[in-house]
Nanobody, 123 residues
Framework: VQLQASGEAWCSQGGSLRLSCAAS????????MGWFRQAPGKEREFVAA????????YYSDSAKGRFTISRDNANNTVYLQMNNLKPEDTAVYYC?????????????????WGRGTLVTVSS
């Protein structure tokens, strides 16, 4: 499985961005997907995840109420809609896929990773 995320993005505080991640292969619809982020000098952290069917989602406390994860299994793509962005959301965002239909919040439970997308939010 190869994951290709959208390019670098930036906006001002309070703005919105949508990240996308396209997956290769025929097994996308059987894989849970997640979004993680890593700020400079910090560990990679969980942001949001979605089950293989798309029926279940889960968010970190910092993402809850502002971010929405969704997926389009017909087009092998997962999205992260980010609203009301804050400077502390600045990070490299990674999409990830796991070989299981149920999502996880743990970095180590994901088998495939995209290259990362730099998101910058200015104050």
């Amino acid at each position: 499985v190869q994951l290709q995320a959208s390019g670098e993005a930036w906006c001002s505080q309070g703005g919105s961005l949508r990240l996308s991640c396209a997956a290769s292969g025929r097994s996308f619809s059987s894989r849970a997907m997640g979004w993680f982020r890593q700020a400079p000098g910090k560990e990679r952290e969980f942001v949001a995840a979605i089950s293989a069917s798309g029926s279940s989602t889960y968010y970190s406390d910092s993402a809850k109420g502002r971010f929405t994860i969704s997926r389009d299994n017909a087009n092998n793509t997962v999205y992260l809609q980010m609203n009301n962005l804050k400077p502390e959301d600045t990070a490299v965002y990674y999409c990830a896929a796991r070989g299981d239909p149920q999502y996880s919040i743990r970095v180590t439970r994901y088998d495939y990773w995209g290259r990362g997308t730099l998101v910058t939010v200015s104050s």
